[in-house]
């Protein structure tokens, strides 16, 4: 049977296009096509297609700031039925190499074959972090710069809305032994664990839809890839769950809010050790005083 497909149509200006393109792939779009002041994507039609809508009308309307009276248009959805589209949207996803020690790669495709290098094997479309976002390959190259530099042997670590469970999985393929992963819809938890047992680390990572303020224990490495409102809102309970001498990686920030976020956390517990800056997004790595 053919398979349905969505595609979205939005105006922009041509200074937003690689922006909007660039999160709607990480979203899952195997196909973006550019025009002069529109950008066309094009999802296979999700369980959760309510979601999806949310997710970009949300996008559009924190990136105004960037990009004034961007999203005040009516966004266009229109339902496709084309056969050739089911296998034609993969030549759109090629692996990604990511810091020192990461492959990112789909299914269908084997990475090049390097020693030194771990391979994420993660399937897109449905939940998000496919590795293409400049937030998540920060957060990535962050990650794998904390994990080495830690001396413990056990080396634990959250993931606070983890998505396609990339960052987690991540987590597991650079040496930590004991990941929590955490994410409050069902379908991305649903995909996280397929991602998880297609990587084989399942035995270092646990997903859960418990809240963060369920969570009782800390531990050595925080990620939140998530938006500046969002992290705002949990900060209190961020900061508790990272451990004396701990990390924080914070991504999902439009640059003009990354000060906002920053002074959420307490001077006198946190100090900023790096922060990344690619386009329009912010990465910060904070660290817990002992």
Known sequence: MPVSWLQLSLKAPPSALDTISNFLIELGSPGVVLKRDEVQAFFARPARTVTLKRDIQRFLIEI?????????????????????WNSSWRRFFSPQKVGKSLWITPPWLKPPQFKRRQ???????MA?????HSTTRSCLEFLEDV??????????????????GILAIALAK???TKILA????????????????????????RLSKFALEQVKESFAVVVANLTAETIIDLASELQKKVSPEGYLVLSGILEPKAGDVLREFSPHAF????QKRQKEWATLLLGKKG
């Not at 700031?65 to 496709?80: H, K, S, V």
């Not at 001396?151 to 983890?162: E, F, M, P, R, S």
């Open 271 to 274: 100090v900023l050790v790096r």
């Open 147 to 164: 994990v080495t530099s830690l001396t413990q042997k056990n080396i634990t670590a959250l993931d606070v809305g983890t998505g396609s």
């Open 182 to 205: 955490l994410d409050n819809d069902p379908i991305a938890l649903e995909v996280a664990r397929l991602n998880v047992r297609r990587n084989r680390v399942g035995r270092a990572v």
């Open 174 to 176: 650079m040496g930590a």
């Open 119 to 125: 391979v994420i094997t993660i399937e897109p479309g």
């Open 64 to 84: 105004r700031e960037i990009y004034p009276r961007i999203g005040e248009q009516p966004l266009r959805w229109t339902i496709l039925k084309d056969r050739n």
């Open 128 to 132: 998000f972090g496919t590795g293409t």
